[in-house]
């Protein structure tokens, strides 16, 4: 962090911890142009800063998993591809794992389809890709059909749809799905996994 305005160094220090990334705090005039280390700073500051990899701090507003999907695009642009991947493990708990540049940036569980929905919606809009694809499982269609029309009606945009074949991505763990580590552990292996592909389109487009 190179800031030296304490509103936006509270903002940084606060997410990063909630993020459990680690960091290290200079000044702006501090920096070099050798340093390969990721800036965050304001918009004020930022002309003091001879890099390119450099996140300002309202790009801190964002819900977190954009904020760390934005940084994943700052280190891996240009050795990953922008692809932006979302793997659904659908039923009573819904396993949620997101990669962008090949890292994974989310691995979580819902128990709500409209806020998995809201939240999916969020990490569409919030990040650029050349592709998007959601993969869901199809251990439940009534639920992974539910979830790809709530999406298609409120994701204004195209994005790539597969349905997964879920055997085998449902492994046995210790203290049996303690909070929920097989529905993530599921959703993750179906990012992985190919299936049957199409693209949707915006209702808007289609009519």
Known sequence: MATVYGRSYFKFVNILKNLKLDYDSVLPEEITSSDRRLIL???????KIPSNLVLLDDEFDYDPTIVRGRIAQKLESGIHGSSLIIGI??????????????????????TSVDDLISHIVKILVGLNAERKVVKVGNGNMQIAKQITNLLNLRFCSHFELEFVDERRTSLRVKNYNKRGIRDKLSARYITQREGYRHLVLPLSRIG
């Open 41 to 47: 700073t304001t918009v004020r500051e930022s002309s």
């Open 89 to 110: 493990d659908p039923g009573n708990r819904i396993g949620l794992s997101v990669f962008y540049y090949e890292k994974e940036i989310e691995s979580s569980i819902y």
